[in-house]
């Protein structure tokens, strides 16, 4: 977690007594990261699991866009993090379009024991550049619903760790041959156990900060 993690109250008093002193030292900035991928890959749960710490199991279907805040204080840095979900379905194809713009960077999400909402990967990037004047952001790929991997084995031809870490590999070195270098981290997660899912995302939105 980060140090001072989805608390309002927390950053206003600090604010408070920040400006009481050392006023002209606080800086804000806002950066705004979106979270993609197929349908029912699991992004709104992620979101739920860093954000408020809950997870249902019922599928409640996103219509367009949902959106949240979250700001923490890094050294004398509040920052304000505009979190964009946006609906996977193709028929939400021109709603997402709008909200694109101004990404600083993006969490690309895939259902391990979907194979297809894997493959599709590098068509949810190739969207995400195209929305941002043909320049990549950096991203953060969730291998989510790992824990079907551990119970289903045989059953069904899950994404492996290795896969998913050689996409990511390959996003870096053609977003490098495009002459646009940007980091691509990449882990597996359950937003279900909870697994994997706050060091990712806290690590990412870090590393968004210093970058910016
Ligand atoms: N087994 C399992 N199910 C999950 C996990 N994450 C999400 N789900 C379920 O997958 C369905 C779709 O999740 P949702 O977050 O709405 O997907 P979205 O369409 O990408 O936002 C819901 O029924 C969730 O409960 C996970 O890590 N493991
Ligand atoms: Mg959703």
Same mark, same amino acid.
């Given at each position: 977690?980060?140090?001072?993690?989805?608390? +309002?109250?927390? *950053?206003?008093?600090?604010?408070n007594s920040?400006?009481?002193?050392?006023? /002209?030292?606080?800086? &804000?900035?806002? #950066? &705004?990261?979106?979270?993609? $991928?197929?349908?029912?890959?699991?992004?709104?749960?992620?979101?739920?699991?860093?954000?408020?710490?809950?997870?249902?199991?019922?599928?409640?279907?996103?219509?367009?866009?949902? @959106?949240?805040? +979250?700001? @923490?204080?890094?050294?004398? #840095?509040?920052?304000?993090m505009?979190?964009w979900?946006l609906?996977?379905?193709?028929q939400f194809?021109?709603v997402?379009?709008?909200?694109?713009?101004?990404?600083m960077?993006a *969490?690309?999400?895939y259902?391990?024991?979907?194979r297809?909402?894997?493959e599709?990967i %590098?068509?949810?990037?190739?969207?995400?550049?195209?929305?941002n004047?043909? =320049? %990549?952001?950096?991203?953060?790929i969730?291998? /989510? &619903?790992?824990d079907? =991997?551990?119970?289903?084995?045989?059953?069904?031809?899950?994404?492996? =760790?290795e896969? $998913?870490e050689?996409l990511? &590999?390959?996003l870096k070195?053609? @977003? =490098?041959?495009? $002459?646009?270098?940007?980091?691509?981290?990449?882990?597996e997660a359950?937003?279900?156990?909870?697994?994997?899912?706050?060091?990712?995302?806290?690590? @990412?939105?870090?590393?968004?900060?210093?970058?910016a």
């Amino acid at each position: 977690m980060l140090a001072i993690k989805h608390s +309002k109250s927390v *950053v206003n008093k600090a604010t408070n007594s920040a400006s009481r002193c050392v006023s /002209n030292r606080i800086n &804000k900035i806002t #950066l &705004k990261v979106v979270f993609v $991928g197929d349908q029912a890959v699991g992004k709104t749960s992620l979101r739920n699991r860093y954000l408020k710490r809950v997870y249902e199991s019922k599928y409640k279907i996103t219509i367009g866009a949902e @959106f949240s805040v +979250k700001r @923490f204080l890094k050294t004398s #840095l509040i920052v304000t993090m505009q979190i964009w979900d946006l609906a996977g379905q193709q028929q939400f194809k021109p709603v997402r379009t709008l909200y694109y713009s101004g990404t600083m960077g993006a *969490v690309v999400v895939y259902d391990v024991s979907r194979r297809e909402t894997f493959e599709r990967i %590098p068509e949810w990037v190739e969207e995400i550049i195209h929305h941002n004047d043909d =320049r %990549p952001v950096p991203l953060l790929i969730i291998a /989510n &619903k790992i824990d079907l =991997r551990e119970y289903e084995l045989g059953v069904i031809d899950c994404v492996s =760790r290795e896969e $998913g870490e050689m996409l990511a &590999k390959r996003l870096k070195e053609m @977003f =490098r041959e495009r $002459g646009h270098p940007m980091p691509v981290q990449f882990c597996e997660a359950s937003a279900k156990l909870g697994l994997g899912v706050d060091e990712a995302i806290d690590q @990412f939105l870090k590393s968004l900060v210093i970058n910016a």
